[in-house]
């Protein structure tokens, strides 16, 4: 029956088995689970920075505002600053609810490189690849920071995740060789030109309609 105030720190992460302790938070852990005790990065409940009821859940901070910790009890504006690699996969992981990710094996860890988290392989310490197919991504992927400040990156693959993708800034990924969106709903093709390097480029099963775009045709590749 343990009562924890935990909101409006710096917590990063949460042990799983605390989200099955039923009887905590007034009985709360058992409707609410984690969101009983913090809400998730990128979410806020002016309420104490957890959910205590069904009208009051955690709520997703407004674009232009981030909470870059558990249980934050409001949102503040997003600093402008130069990204390095692990801030860059931080932002993608709050930008597409990394909290109800189906495997987010070892995100956020504070003892685990970001090159040992799920889906990323590193190539002398440079993320070169991200692939989380099918793992219940959403939200607006951050596609100008992946673009800008990863600059080993070759690879993408978000198959069969509903996200608000764009090619914003894919001309600064001069190493990007491999990009798969499948199935994300995607619905414009506007800034694909841009890109460098791409040999593989999967946009099956989306939304686009009518004829293909000349843009298609500027890709360049070496």
């Known amino acids: 029956r343990m009562q924890l105030i935990l909101n409006d720190n710096k917590f990063r992460g949460i042990a799983e088995e605390l989200c099955s302790k039923n009887e905590w938070m007034g009985g709360d852990v058992r409707s609410f689970q984690c969101m009983a005790i913090m809400c998730p990065i990128g979410y806020y409940n002016v309420g104490g920075g957890r959910q205590a009821t069904e009208d009051e859940p955690c709520q997703k901070c407004p674009e232009n505002t981030e909470a870059r910790h558990l249980g934050a009890t409001k949102c503040k504006p997003v600093t402008q600053k130069v990204l390095s690699q692990r801030d860059v996969l931080e932002l993608f992981y709050e930008s597409t609810d990394g909290h109800f ?13 970001e090159c040992g988290w799920y889906g990323i392989t590193c190539e002398n310490n ?3 690849e991200i692939a989380l197919p099918n793992n219940e991504l ?13 600059p080993s990156l070759k690879r993408l693959d978000f198959t069969g995740n509903f996200i608000d ?9 001069t190493k990007l060789t ?9 619905s414009s093709m506007d800034g694909i030109g841009k890109a460098q390097s791409l040999i593989n ?16 045709f500027s890709i360049t590749s070496s």
């Open 126 to 128: 440079q993320v070169v």
């Open 165 to 173: 993708a764009s090619f914003a800034g894919i001309g600064n990924a």
């Open 101 to 113: 990710w189906k495997v987010r094996e070892n995100w956020l860890s504070e003892t685990v490189s």
């Open 201 to 216: 480029l999967n946009l099956q099963s989306n939304a686009f309609k009518g004829p293909i775009r000349n843009e298609l």
């Open 178 to 186: 491999s990009l798969v969106l499948a199935s994300t709903g995607l």
């Open 138 to 150: 959403s939200g607006k992927l951050p596609s100008e920071a992946l673009f800008n400040r990863l």
